[in-house]
């Protein structure tokens, strides 16, 4: 493959919201610039960039992919990115192995919800950015109204530079505002397409809309402006200019117009990249959590994990972007993030899941290698003894948890080795055992994305296990005081058991979780037996009285008791300690506790009513409000029982455009008439026997 300068490299990201034809814009460019050989199609299963059998499967994109193509001289590297908001995880790590992004709006919808959530990331980022209206050749898209919409949430820097010719399927073409010139398309597929002048019935409109594109660039740059006033119009490569320093500047956000599916006006989107996107070299110097890089080939090397893919038959590959120096294939590195050394498995560029060999691979370059063995997503590699750590990557924690149960032994025994491949892949996924509840927890980002694990769990590693709502890790307590005796007797011909205790139990503050004090005087218990006596308690408390959950929050006096020579021993007093925890948690007002959550709910100040009512109906409690940006912030506490089914929910009360974190706060006393339920539910899955709870 042929050697590019630095500065001939463009790495761009490809993102908008799921279905607005990412991947088929991908497919377009691979084939127009020659990379491939015919227009691959999603509904075919046979696009470069969504490989994986689930994507194929489901028709959506649920991971990033690389690929790269040529085109007028330059190489570009595309990441096409997910776009809904289960996975956006991923696109939100991939932005920072590009320095563009192109946003595809679709025609008929217009701007979504994971159209709204990149640009969020875009900005965060601070890429400049081209804007695409695809999918002009559907059924009632429309051009006016999506441009309506964009102006709307995009602002007056969103302008277009081009016209569609036709509507729905008698889109045609375009009229190129910076060239005035217009192209029309075949409709094969082909991308052939012939240039012509601008349709006379379109001529009145592209001229107004010149002169709004010309006004602004002119408006980004003084010397522009003088020429601007000075001759009444801007030269096609003065447009470039400045619209190129415009868009890099984020002042500017050229708006493009295409069908990808049917291939018309892609390729003046591939003359957009690279005539106005920036080259590594113009990015500029990234700064790090350590250290300043320049992107220079003079460099010491170093780059960015950014995704990791991990396969059960070719093992781990490391997608890394390269911000300085160059690196050989069989070099060793040092992980600055975890200050390890790394020997690279080679070096290789990603076509999809295709991997071609790569010689030294320089500054700005997006390259592969594999095997890496303690490096992971977010890690920075440098040579060794630089002084350079990119900033880690931030993944959202999950939202939605389940749990889960290997179907047979076999599945038990290999779950384990599962569980790491895929969590090295997907760092926003947690399996994890429950130590209140001895359940194996799953949780993501979404009910899709555990969906999507549990079947790579049975496809890629042969592991199947049954998916279930997770048990809620309630405990037991105390409200009031008791003063009771455990006595355990037992004579059996030979050598009896005996062993006698007095105790008393009280509560302790609440989220304090047990004390033993020994008050024991006279000798009336030895020694020898006291800590018999408290493990006995101990392993009592695991499975309280009351719904058969671990009793916590109370304290417990050893103050008396009896014992004999002879048949008093460590088990005889393990078993009386433990017959009079149970005297003593019935006889002290014994109740219920449930987890409480913290809970921020992110969604457009729309929903907020519905949000609210939802979560009051849920027994939540708003604790507050607050504002980011075009979002609002409620913040509640609400019991982790009534939150298992809010993810489904807030997407059906929000389509899809609210968001929320959840982590533990503390436990509180559950209500009475739903301990009576928590009770029934203990005696059916067997924690605690019917005589038990009639006692």
Request: aromatic share 8%; net charge negative.
């Amino acid at each position: 493959m042929k050697d590019y300068d630095v500065d001939k490299i463009r790495n761009v990201a490809v993102v908008g919201h799921g279905s607005s034809g990412k991947t088929s814009l991908t497919s377009a460019f691979l084939f127009n610039s020659g990379a491939t050989s015919r227009l691959l199609k999603v509904d075919k299963g046979n696009t470069v960039t969504d490989y994986d059998p689930d994507e194929i499967e489901r028709n959506i994109s649920i991971n990033s992919a690389v690929c790269f193509t040529e085109w007028n001289g330059s190489k570009i590297n595309f990441v096409d990115c997910p776009g809904y908001t289960n996975f956006l995880w991923d696109t939100r790590a991939s932005l920072r192995a590009v320095d563009a992004g192109l946003v595809l709006v679709c025609g008929v919808a217009g701007v979504e919800v994971g159209t709204e959530k990149v640009w969020e990331m875009l900005e965060e980022a601070k890429l400049p950015v081209i804007l695409i209206i695809n999918k002009l050749d559907r059924e009632n898209s429309n051009y006016s109204r999506t441009m309506e919409v964009i102006h709307q949430f995009f602002g007056r820097q969103a302008v277009s530079v081009q016209l569609p010719i036709g509507e729905e399927e008698n889109f045609t073409g375009v009229v190129d505002l910076i060239s005035k010139k217009a192209f029309i398309f075949e409709k094969d597929e082909s991308g052939k397409f012939k240039e012509e002048e601008i349709p006379e019935d379109m001529k009145e409109e592209a001229e107004k809309k010149i002169e709004e594109l010309t006004e602004m660039v002119a408006e980004n740059d003084e010397q522009l402006m003088e020429k601007y006033f000075e001759n009444g119009e801007l030269s096609s490569q003065e447009l470039i200019e400045g619209l190129k320093k415009s868009i890099f500047n984020r002042q500017f956000f050229p708006v493009f117009v295409a069908s990808a599916l049917m291939n018309i006006a892609t390729q003046p989107i591939l003359d957009g990249i690279v005539n106005f996107f920036p080259s590594p070299v113009e990015r500029g110097e990234i700064e790090g959590e350590k250290g300043t890089t320049k992107p220079s080939p003079d460099e010491p090397f170093s780059a960015l994990v950014f995704k990791t893919i991990s396969d059960p038959y070719t093992g781990r590959i490391s997608l890394m972007r390269i911000f300085s120096g160059k690196v050989n294939p069989d070099a060793t590195v040092t992980n600055s993030s975890k200050d390890i050394t790394e020997k690279l498995g080679g070096l290789f560029f990603m076509k999809g899941k295709e991997q071609i060999p790569a010689g030294q691979a320089k500054v700005g370059d997006i390259v592969a290698t594999a095997k890496l063995k303690g490096t992971s997503t977010g890690d920075t590699l440098c040579v060794k003894g630089a002084s350079v750590k990119f900033s880690s990557i931030v993944f959202p924690e999950p939202s939605i948890s389940f749990a889960i149960e290997p179907k047979t032994r076999a599945d038990e025994d290999r779950i384990s080795q599962a569980v790491h491949r895929i969590t090295e892949e997907d760092p926003t996924v947690r399996i994890e055992r429950e130590p209140e509840t001895n359940e194996l927890i799953i949780s993501g980002n979404g009910q899709l994305h555990v969906e999507i694990i549990i079947d790579r769990l049975k496809k890629r590693y042969d592991v199947n296990v049954a998916l279930k709502p997770p048990k809620i890790p309630y405990k037991e307590t105390i409200k009031g005081k008791s003063d009771v005796q455990g006595k355990y007797k037992k004579q059996t011909g030979g050598r009896g058991q005996y062993g006698d205790v007095k105790i008393k139990m009280e509560p302790l503050p609440r989220g304090q979780d047990f004390e033993f004090e020994d008050k024991i005087f006279g000798g009336s218990i030895p020694r020898n037996y006291i800590p018999s006596i408290e493990k006995g308690i101990q392993e009592a408390r695991k499975k309280g009285v009351v719904a058969g959950y671990p009793a916590v929050g109370f304290k417990v006096i050893l103050y008396d008791g009896s014992y004999h020579d002879v048949d008093s021993s460590d088990i005889a007093f393990k078993i009386a300690a433990s017959m009079a925890f149970k005297k003593g948690m019935k006889g002290a007002k014994p109740t219920m506790l449930e987890p409480i959550m913290n809970i921020e709910v992110y969604s457009p100040e729309a929903y907020m009513g519905d949000i609210m009512g939802n979560l009051n109906g849920r027994r939540g409690k708003v604790q507050g409000m607050e504002q980011k940006g075009t979002l609002r912030i409620i913040k509640a506490v609400v019991p982790m029982a009534e939150m298992l089914d809010f993810e489904p929910t807030l997407t059906s009360i929000t389509g899809g455009r609210g968001s929320y974190l959840m982590e533990f706060s503390h436990y509180e006393e559950v209500p009475g008439q739903l301990q009576q339920k928590i009770v029934s539910d203990a005696v059916k899955e067997g924690r605690i026997k019917p005589e038990e709870e009639e006692k």
